[in-house]
């Protein structure tokens, strides 16, 4: 992938209600799409991929991206966020023919009681 | 062990210095990769092992850093003469298997700060 866009560097939500966070790649070729969390103090960890088949796809703890290509976009979701969600979340994409990710300046999640 | 280790967990070095960075990855994993994190950026990404050799190296920014995994485990990432931009975050991360679709999983990374 040439770029991933997150465009929200910090989104601060209260607790319980609905978020999405946005991200945008361009590439030329078929690319793989990825989210990570990246909860204080920790290293990254993967949230939900994306390789092939149904658009929608899940997490353990409810978050939800959706892959739309008519719109280069892998937009993060989850309909109801608890404090513990508070994290840095990146967005990723990798050509399908190589390994390198590319990684999106990254959205900080405040969520607020 | 039971996930990617990193050492040393923060480093700190006068410009000019050379520096050794080191990472464990997960027992069993073939594919190993550093990257390098700013602050306020995403990780962005250096060079990726499969085994022994690397596969591809076209991240690293220039001929003052190497990185080798001589017996396809443990990699030592190198930096010679240091200057102040190469402070950042250096993140080891590593997976099962060298597909772009594998789960990759990170270390908790090396602070370097170059004064």
């Known amino acids: 992938a040439q770029s991933v866009t997150q465009l929200d560097s910090q989104v601060p939500v209260f607790e319980e209600a609905p978020v999405e966070l946005r991200c945008n790649y361009s590439?030329?070729?078929?690319?793989?799409l990825f989210w990570y969390v990246q909860y204080p103090n920790q290293g990254l960890q993967l949230l939900l991929k994306y390789l092939s088949g149904s658009t929608l796809v899940e997490s353990i703890n409810g978050f939800e991206a959706e892959f739309n290509k008519s719109q280069t976009s892998f937009h993060l979701r989850k309909p109801s966020v608890h404090i513990s969600d508070t994290a840095e979340y990146f967005c990723a994409a990798v050509d399908t023919g190589r390994r390198a990710l590319t990684f999106g300046s990254g959205t900080r999640l405040q969520v607020q009681p | 062990g039971a996930g990617v280790s990193q050492t040393p967990s923060n480093k700190v070095t006068e410009k000019g210095k050379y520096v050794e960075l080191r990472c464990d990855p997960i027992s069993g994993h073939t594919a190993l990769y550093w990257y390098r994190q700013s602050l306020g950026q995403g990780p962005e990404f250096l060079i990726y092992?499969?085994?022994?050799?690397?596969?591809?190296d076209s991240g690293l920014p220039n001929d003052r850093f190497f990185a080798v995994r001589p017996e396809g485990s443990v990699s030592t990432l190198k930096i010679q003469r240091t200057e102040r931009g190469d402070s950042a975050v250096y993140l080891c991360?590593?997976?099962?298997?060298?597909?772009?679709?594998?789960?990759?999983?990170f270390g908790e990374g090396s602070w370097l700060t170059v004064v």
């Open positions: 991360a590593s997976s099962l298997g060298g597909q772009p679709g594998n789960t990759i999983y």
């Open positions: 092992f499969q085994g022994t050799g690397a596969a591809d």
């Open positions: 590439s030329s070729v078929s690319v793989y």
